[in-house]
């Protein structure tokens, strides 16, 4: 049996509301999860979304990568799991594997794209949101040892919040 998780760029909410990370105006990664050695995982579906955009031209991206980049560890529960009672989620935590708002992005030799979404200038737009769900025959499955990562790369700094499925 598979299990799903949902993972957020921020550590799992509590009492305060999920935390919006500031993109800045050079590529960042804001959300990276680190593939188990001993299983691949298969995305199901992604999101964002962002404020500010009126001022903002850029592009998110979803990707695969062979190096990670140096971001803020996800504690365990930070991978939320989408069904009551499931076991805890294989992916590794850690700043070089499961985490948010990366401080260096690293030198990928190897990547594959799953997505990506340009963001224009549109006048009195003032947030925007985007979600995506693969369709079954065009799940991306993501290697073992690999790195799933939500990158974004702006003119002006806009505040992010993204978020992955993904099935083990």
Known sequence: MSHRYKIFNGPMVTTAAQAKVTTGTAIKTMLQLAAPATRQLKIISWGF???????????VE?????????????AASGVQPLIPGQPASLLTLGT?????????????????????????????????????????????????????????????????????????
């Open 49 to 59: 979304s962002l404020d500010a955009a009126s001022s903002a031209v850029g592009v």
């Open 62 to 74: 979803l990707m695969q990568t062979d190096v990670a980049a140096t971001v803020t560890a996800h």
């Open 96 to 168: 070089g594997a499961t985490g948010y708002t990366a401080t260096a992005e690293g030198s990928s030799a190897t990547t594959r794209m799953f997505d990506a979404k340009e963001i224009p200038v549109a006048a009195g737009l003032t947030n925007l949101t985007y979600a995506w769900q693969f369709m079954p025959d065009e799940q991306p499955v993501v290697a073992v040892s690999t790195f799933v990562r939500v990158r974004a790369t702006f003119t002006a700094a806009t505040n992010m919040i993204c978020w992955i499925v993904v099935e083990e």
